[in-house]
């Protein structure tokens, strides 16, 4: 396979500038375990394969996140299959496991799910956000706890299911984060989060194979997942029904959503209709207006304080310029002058050319070249130099 | 792998020769105890040889052994033979030791049972059960060593008897069943069962324990501890699993679980699983005749491990370790680890050992056991049992003397927490 050290040293020198902090060269531990994070997928399936037939030792967790039992109310349509989460999946994992023998275990992360990710996710709809849970997912959960364990357990790194890209930059220490060669997976866009020390204890295996040879490569190590259909949803909202979710689970906390109406309205102002609760939009919907109107007609922005949800027509809903906070700087130190990047706002954009221009600490401006539809708070802006991720941010 | 088990009390092996009085039962001897052909006498005879080994290990009478599918079932045996959730149900102070029928009927919601904090999941879940059905449920509290007072046992009774005085009548809940297991299967502890049947039978109530953890690791008679309901389960015994015993007092009016054939006096239908059965009762009577000699000797090697533990691991202490315990058990607390963690490094070094109860995935989920002992959740998660056996050897202590501190130590130098609190020092 590829080496993870690839010599590299033209593309980010252009026109950021990079001081590389050194890293302390990496303590081996029990050279050749390997913890694989284990879905019960075929991915992170065909990874506990993949790093078998290359003779590491391999150990698989599989976390438990979210009890499917709670908030029964969502589970009236039958029984949900092939989730993240479910037991079925669980089940899976260890069958993978028990056909490639070797140890297997569930980890419970209930708790530390619950407090970083859908308590966050569900308060920042009710703010009119539209969260990302799966980065903080991946940046609070995967390679915090799960990774700690995973080190404490005597494994060296934790290999995932990603499609992204790992190396070491040997001219600037730093470890850096690269989209997947097979575009169409990337999913860079939700790893954005991760720092020096979490990179440099992971590992992307399928970082260089495309979905096709994944799944060939289960089939051929006969992996009782190796025709499993991908899940698409959200892990702990099976039904893909997030303001259903966000009802349910508030009911749970005792803090049922009750009288939530507010005015929908134009850009200047004028009353057009009314809404159940700003956590039923996100920018740029059209469905679900609950009015028929002449033009078609998008959501603008959602005013929480207000409790108003703006509408307009598709020309207003383009944007040149926004602002991201929370900003980190995965391959580089953080600029100091305004940089070219191409900018991608959401998991299905196409990453457009900007200009960025630091502003305080963590936060940056983005201009860019032409204006984009839909700048949406609450997700990411994810700054790419060709294959390499700069780093990324919350768009506010 | 060198693999070192100390996990006993989620099973044990079956013995050798537990297995071999268990084989020609498969094929040779296969008959139906049930049947009145040759084959199926043969059957029954071995199946009555061990409800006799079984019945001695407890001191019973033979006939007062029920077999089952094991602990979980005695335990539901036990608990909805005696409240009745559904409609009514004798009064058992009333019938108690009564062959003829009931004289009095009493709903759902003037049932009582009273049961402690730390019971197993199997008679947890069913009061729980009951609960939903209307029954008043008393789960008592326990010290922070596991053991439960007699005396709170004495308070919780209600005797159902209505205030003459008041107007309209009002009829209160009577205690129908007292169920306390007898010892603890993550700390060890054991309970006063004498003293709480004596207090269960001068109240004239229904006393069950479920003695899964004890029976075959310490003595245990019937008699001496009045009870009126005991479960017992086969694997922990070095018996298969699968196979159980509950001991039903004679003269206890229980309803039967299940509805079939007669077999079992009609306690219990379906064919008796005659292997099972013979493999329980071999165990049980190994168990009778060696259990003083181990208690004597895996006593002796929990207590290296638990005092080698204690000074090789900082901050460690032992949970429950002032109450009675059973000889094989000891659960510590190493604070600033995650047990879960701890439990899957030591797994990869190859020493088996436990901590809480496992969930239907396999996940770890705080022991409530732990939390009734008053343990904090942090404390509770940092907690692992070992539990020893009839096969374990001082070498086995050795390795796991070796193995634990190291991991526990690398579990420390990664864990946070610890680093900020020992940093505070």
């Keep these: ?396 | 792998m060198n693999r070192v088990y100390l996990d006993y009390n989620a099973t044990t092996p079956v013995e050798p020769d537990v297995l071999d009085a268990m084989l020609p039962y498969f094929s040779g001897e296969f008959g139906n105890a049930a049947s009145i052909h040759t084959p199926g006498q043969r059957a029954r005879g071995a199946v009555e040889t061990a409800r006799e080994q079984v019945a001695a290990l407890i001191g019973a009478r033979p006939q007062e052994i029920v077999f089952t599918s094991g602990g979980t079932e005695s335990d539901n045996h036990a608990i909805f033979g005696i409240v009745n959730p559904l409609v009514s149900g004798p009064f058992p102070n009333l019938d108690k030791n009564d062959d003829g029928p009931p004289q009095r009927h009493v709903l759902s919601q003037h049932k009582h049972i009273i049961t402690t904090a730390l019971e197993h999941e199997a008679v947890l879940n069913a009061c729980q059960a009951l609960e939903k059905d209307g029954v008043a449920v008393t789960y008592l509290s326990v010290d922070r060593d596991g053991r439960v007072a007699p005396d709170a046992v004495r308070r919780a009774i209600q005797t159902g008897r209505s205030d003459p005085n008041s107007f309209p009548s009002h009829v209160p809940p009577a205690t129908s069943l007292i169920t306390i297991m007898h010892a603890n299967n993550e700390l060890g502890t054991i309970q006063p069962l004498e003293e709480i049947g004596r207090i269960a039978n001068e109240a004239d109530i229904y006393f069950h324990t479920d003695a899964v953890q004890s029976a075959g690791k310490i003595p245990i008679d019937v008699n001496e501890l009045q009870v009126d309901l005991l479960s017992v389960s086969g694997h922990k015994l070095y018996a298969p699993k699968g196979i159980g015993a509950l001991y039903i007092r004679g003269g206890t009016r229980l309803r039967q679980l299940l509805y079939g054939g007669h077999h079992q006096r009609g306690f219990r239908p379906g064919t008796e699983n005659v292997a099972g059965i013979v493999g329980l009762g071999k165990a049980a009577e190994i168990a009778r005749l060696s259990l003083a000699e181990d208690a004597q000797r895996v006593s002796t090697l929990r207590d290296k491990l638990q005092q080698g533990l204690l000074q090789r691991v900082p901050q460690s202490r032992v949970n429950g370790g002032a109450a009675p315990r059973t000889p094989n058990t000891t659960n510590l607390v190493f604070p600033g680890i995650e047990g879960e963690a701890l439990l899957i490094a030591l797994d990869l070094k190859g020493l088996a050992c436990s901590t809480g109860a496992a969930c239907s995935s396999g996940a770890v989920e705080p022991s409530h056991v732990l939390t009734a002992i008053g343990l904090p959740p942090e404390e509770a998660r940092a907690s692992l049992r070992f539990s020893l056996g009839r096969h374990t050897t001082s070498a086995d202590i050795d390795f796991a003397l070796s193995v634990v501190p190291a991991a526990i130590a690398q579990l420390r130098e990664l864990s946070p927490t610890y680093q900020k609190a020992v940093a505070h020092e």
């Design chain 1, 1 to 396: 396979m590829h080496s993870r050290r690839i010599s590299y040293n033209k593309i980010v020198a252009m026109n950021v500038a990079c001081q590389f902090d050194t890293l302390p060269e990496r303590a081996e531990t029990q050279r050749g375990l390997i913890a694989v994070a284990m879905s019960g997928g075929v991915d992170s399936s065909a990874v506990a394969a993949l790093l078998q037939q290359q003779g590491r030792s391999v150990v698989g967790l599989t976390m438990q996140l979210w009890n499917q039992r709670r908030l029964p109310e969502l589970q009236a349509d039958g029984p949900v299959q092939h989730r993240c989460c479910s037991l079925d999946d669980v089940y899976d994992a260890k069958a993978v496991a028990q056909h490639l023998n070797f140890p297997h275990y569930v980890v419970n992360f209930e708790k530390q799910f619950e407090a970083r990710i859908v308590r966050p996710f569900v308060d920042q709809y009710l703010a009119g956000r539209t969260p990302i849970a799966c980065t903080n997912c991946n940046t609070e959960v995967k390679f915090e706890p799960l990774l700690r364990m995973a080190r404490q357990i005597g494994a060296e790194r934790l290999a995932t299911g990603h499609y992204a890209r790992i190396r070491k930059n040997d001219d600037t220490g730093r470890w850096e984060l690269l989209r997947a060669r097979d575009e169409t997976k990337d999913q860079s866009y939700f790893l954005w989060g991760l720092s020096q020390e979490q990179l440099s204890r992971s590992d992307f295996p399928l970082g260089e194979l495309t979905k096709e040879e994944v799944r060939a490569l289960a089939r051929r190590a006969k992996l009782p997942v190796a025709e499993k259909p991908e899940s698409m949803e959200l892990c702990f909202v099976p039904t893909g029904n997030y303001v259903q979710f966000i009802q349910a689970y508030s009911q749970e906390r005792g803090t049922p959503l009750q009288n939530r109406e507010g005015e929908i309205v134009n850009q200047t102002g004028d009353v057009i209709g009314r809404h159940h609760g700003v956590h039923n939009f996100t920018i740029g919907q059209r469905k679900g207006l609950g009015f028929a109107a002449g033009k078609p007609l998008y959501v603008l922005s959602i005013d929480p304080e207000k409790n108003r949800v703006v509408v307009g027509e598709d020309d207003v809903l383009r944007k040149t310029a926004c602002e991201v906070e929370g900003v980190n700087w995965i391959s580089c130190n953080t600029p100091s002058a305004p940089l070219r990047a191409f900018a991608k706002i959401r998991h299905k954009h196409e990453p457009a050319p900007a200009t960025i221009e630091p502003l305080d600490a963590g936060i940056v401006r983005l201009n860019f070249d032409t204006p984009q539809r839909a700048i949406t708070p609450g997700q990411a802006a994810v700054l790419y130099h060709g294959n390499l991720v700069l780093g990324g941010g919350w768009l506010r």
